[in-house]
């Protein structure tokens, strides 16, 4: 029902900042709950934050709350993540993902996913 194309990783010192997006095709775009999670080689994809689908409630884990925030456009079907004070353990696969129901902070919990987006911090 939706398709997710993630853009605006990249490397940056530690300390720096990136904004990431997460162009979504499809209708009923402002119907799902929007998520990031991100994975490192060989691990588990992990939480990173979570937007309403009308934008009003945002979720975030312990590690990133503070530093990163997430928005989203729905007249643009775009949602974003900007990161600041990257810290070299922020290195990883970003992913964008929509969910049209379940728990906001589960990876199984969405349906759709996009091919990620690098992000590297460098020490």
């Known amino acids: 029902q939706v398709q997710l194309v993630e853009s605006g990783g990249g490397l940056v010192q530690a300390g720096g900042s990136l904004r990431l997006s997460c162009a979504a095709s499809?209708?009923?775009?402002?119907?799902?709950?929007m998520g990031w999670f991100r994975q490192a080689p060989g691990k588990e994809h992990e939480f990173v934050a979570a937007?309403?689908?009308?934008?009003?409630?945002?979720y975030y884990s312990d590690s990133v709350k503070g530093r990163f925030t997430i928005s989203r456009d729905n007249a643009k079907n775009t949602v974003y993540l900007q990161m600041n004070s990257l810290k070299p353990e922020d290195t990883a696969l970003y992913y964008c993902?929509?969910?049209?129901?379940?728990?906001?902070?589960?990876?199984?919990?969405?349906?759709?996913w996009g091919q990620g987006t690098q992000v590297t911090v460098s020490s």
């Open positions: 499809g209708r009923t775009f402002s119907m799902y709950a």
């Open positions: 993902a929509a969910s049209y129901s379940g728990n906001y902070y589960l990876a199984g919990a969405y349906g759709y």
């Open positions: 937007i309403s689908p009308s934008g009003g409630n945002t």
